[in-house]
């Protein structure tokens, strides 16, 4: 008869089995994946406690009483979308740790978090540090931000006539700049499976005008960016790899800078030190139309970024665009016919301009992971299914 030593240890032994396997697992799928399919994640489903400084999403339950809410407009309107897995609350490891299953066996190795920072405090960042942080699966899966540096104003609220408001500014200071620096490096970069480039952490602008005007002009944002870069190698990294996001062909988002021109742009994107190029949705460059249109145009300006910069597009997909559960009110512009056959034919192409371009990673961006507010998500819901995620895993893990 076994001792009660013995037992424990074998016990132990189990597990140790169990544990290793998985990770074996993973690390063999990891192995066969040849391309980064990242996914922005939008974390406002989750009971904020800033929620209650602004009055909005009193439920508590974040931005999930506006998908509950929602009305179609129309005969055939898609509203409301309900999540097959419910309105779970992302702050929850255990409610992440599903989605990073979900995510990683259907090809979604990398999480774009967006995050924010306003009057010099992080704003919604429960989901990244107590969700998906606190999942016990997080190692599966990469991640990295998208510094959504925008002004912040009532669309996010649902109910209210105006849309105007606005809450909170989006551009900073040196000094606020210097302490997001700071607590970017100590508390993200340090993770292990913070998603690099060539050994250098990846961190993303979304408004690459709001940075500039912010901190004062194209001088002071590349002394800027250059003490990031100078602070993340001090901190033991080879680098730093800086990525902006791109809003139209001639991107908008450098319209501040005097006299512009695509050259005078792409030596302003160097000069600051940016490594790369994506997008975040493709209604920031391409006027909304049907799903089938409004793709291909899309995809029409991969050549177009690809051939005015130097430095490396990595394509992007939008899943659609539907922004209606925030405006309850009148009918809001929004792409129609979306569905998961076109969607897997955008990807096959995403899927090609990276074969088509080895000198740079093989990274592709989607929106989203959750948008469930403007219709662009790859979570299942009761209307597809998983249809949008087998789309991926069909291109991107089946040999």
């Keep these: 008869m076994r001792t009660r030593n013995e037992r424990i240890f074998n016990k132990f032994l189990y597990t140790a089995f169990l544990l290793i396997g998985s990770v074996t697992a993973v690390n063999a799928q990891q192995a066969n994946q040849r391309y980064d399919v990242a996914a922005y994640v939008w974390p406002a489903y ?3 406690a800033r929620f209650n400084d602004i009055g909005v999403f009193k439920d508590g339950k974040g931005e999930w009483e506006a998908i509950y809410n929602a009305k179609p407009k129309f005969k055939g309107h898609n509203q409301p979308h309900v999540p097959l897995w419910g309105y779970t609350n992302e702050a929850d490891p255990k409610a992440v740790a599903q989605k990073i299953d979900a995510a990683v066996s259907h090809g979604v190795n990398v999480f774009i978090y967006d995050w924010y920072w306003y009057d010099d405090k992080p704003f919604l960042e429960n989901g990244l540090n107590k969700g998906f942080l606190g999942a016990s699966n997080n190692q599966k899966m990469k991640f990295y931000l998208m510094w959504a540096n925008h002004d912040h104003n009532s669309y996010l ?3 209210a006539a105006d849309k105007t ?10 000094a606020t700049f210097n302490n997001i620096v700071a607590h970017v490096i100590k508390d993200y970069f340090s993770k292990p499976n913070y998603y690099k480039i060539n050994g250098e952490p990846v961190f993303s602008i979304y408004e690459l005008s709001t940075f500039i005007k912010g901190i004062g002009g194209i001088k002071e944002a590349k002394e800027a960016l250059d003490y990031f870069t100078q602070k993340t190698k001090e901190a033991g990294f080879p680098g730093l790899h800086l990525q902006g996001v791109l809003w139209s062909a001639i991107p908008a988002a450098l319209s501040a800078v005097p006299g512009d021109t695509a050259s005078t742009q792409n030596n302003t994107i160097l000069d600051m030190g940016l490594k790369s190029l994506t997008n975040y949705q493709w ?4 006027p909304l139309d049907r799903y089938d249109r409004w793709g291909d145009k899309a995809i029409e300006g991969w050549a177009k970024f690809s051939k005015e910069f130097t430095v490396p597009f990595f394509p992007h997909v939008s899943v659609s665009w539907d922004p209606n559960p925030r405006f309850p009110g009148k009918l809001q512009g929004m ?4 569905n998961p056959a076109d969607f897997k034919r ?3 192409q995403a899927k090609a301009y990276a074969d088509n371009h080895p000198n740079q990673p093989r990274l592709i961006t989607i929106n989203a992971w959750n948008e469930w507010a403007e219709g662009s998500y790859l979570e ?3 209307q597809h299914g998983f249809s949008y995620l087998n789309a991926v895993k069909e291109i991107f ?3």
């Design 46 to 48: 989750q009971p904020d």
């Design 157 to 159: 609220d649902y109910t």
């Design 165 to 174: 408001k606005i809450y909170w500014r989006g551009g900073v200071n040196r």
């Design 283 to 286: 209604c920031h460059y391409v």
């Design 335 to 338: 792409v129609t016919e979306a």
């Design 346 to 348: 955008f990807l096959l």
């Design 380 to 382: 299942p819901d009761k």
């Design 397 to 399: 893990l089946k040999k």
